[in-house]
């Protein structure tokens, strides 16, 4: 009997903490189950139609979501349009994909007018899109309304392509998240791309004394030259993923072990003592406790996505995504 009891009591702790993954300052699963009911199937098919002509829109939603929480919270601030918005900083320039977000909030504007927030179909989305590169799914909490305040100035809290690993922690912290959440929400850049400006220093004028970034493996070395020579143009876009990129898995990880990663940022995971045991137990090396990225990144991924959201009176459902009512 007692031990019938501690098994109970145990799966349902274990229930409460999962829920709990799932549900944060007043978002939850299902939110629109009885308001909108096909909510989240309208964002699902949508994000396949445009994913089958345009698969680059995964990477694209994920980084846009990402940047969206960093700034003003998981509010839909990123989607507006604006001379000084968060859209026309130099961060998100070369961002695309927000004609996916305006497809779904068009056709839910249609079944469920004034209902659905535009954070919301973001938040559903990015979930969508990954899955559709073989990532994990997970149940995405919602219910965030939209913000109505939008500046570039507020980009200055993501982190940067040469951000060295303290500094990186500290913003995730500023945000609630852990080193590992920071180690897992990086490792999205298995599906990602970088423009050549952002790395290509590392294999052309690193320092005053060093061409070459000595973090690199010499093999890899000469491809990023080809692909980005000294000179050449600074908008063409390389993979994050050698050797896989568009699908997510754990290559990026392995690629940080070989001194493959591309932006400096990446790299120094695996230098750097705090996060290197993490990208190993993502890697599943031997003597450590193994850690399922799927699993983990979706944790993240919900923890990321309760940042600084607005729920009940605060902020709106806008209309159109890229305008406040």
Not at 46 to 59: K, M, N
Request: proline share 3%.
């Amino acid at each position: 009997m007692g031990t019938f009891t501690h098994a109970a009591i145990v799966s349902v702790l274990m229930l409460t903490m999962a829920a709990t993954m799932v549900q944060g300052q007043g978002t939850r699963v299902g939110f629109y189950s009885s308001s909108c009911p096909r909510a989240e199937t309208i964002v699902r098919s949508t994000v396949q139609t445009h994913f089958r002509s345009d698969s680059t829109i995964a990477p694209n939603l994920l980084r846009m979501h990402f940047h969206d929480c960093f700034v003003e919270g998981c509010d839909g601030s990123i989607l507006l349009d604006g001379a000084s918005s968060e859209k026309s900083s130099g961060a998100n320039l070369n961002l695309k994909g927000y004609d996916v977000i305006d497809d779904a909030k068009t056709q839910l504007e249609a079944a469920c007018p004034g209902v659905v927030s535009c954070a919301d179909i973001l938040a559903l989305a990015t979930r969508d899109a990954v899955v559709l590169t073989n990532g994990p799914s997970w149940q995405v909490p919602t219910g965030r309304r939209d913000g109505r305040v939008s500046q570039a100035s507020g980009t200055s809290s993501l982190p940067g392509p040469r951000e060295s690993v303290d500094s990186q922690k500290q913003k995730f912290t500023a945000k609630g998240l852990n080193t590992q959440d920071l180690v897992a929400l990086v490792g999205g850049h298995t599906i990602g791309t970088a423009s050549c400006g952002t790395f290509s220093f590392r294999v052309n004028s690193f320092n005053t004394t060093t061409q070459v970034d000595p973090s690199i493996d010499p093999a890899f070395v000469s491809q990023l030259q080809a692909q980005c020579p000294a000179g050449g143009n600074a908008a063409t876009r390389v993979g994050l993923d050698t050797g896989s990129t568009g699908r997510f898995d754990t290559s990026f990880f392995n690629n940080l072990r070989n001194g493959r990663g591309v932006l400096q940022s990446d790299q120094l995971l695996w230098s750097d003592a705090s996060t290197r045991p993490i990208v190993q137990r993502f890697l599943g090396v031997r003597g450590l406790a193994a850690l399922n990225f799927n699993v983990e990144f979706g944790r993240s991924m919900v923890k990321m996505s309760n940042i600084g959201v607005k729920t009940g009176t605060n902020g709106e459902i806008r209309r159109v995504c890229s305008a406040v009512n």
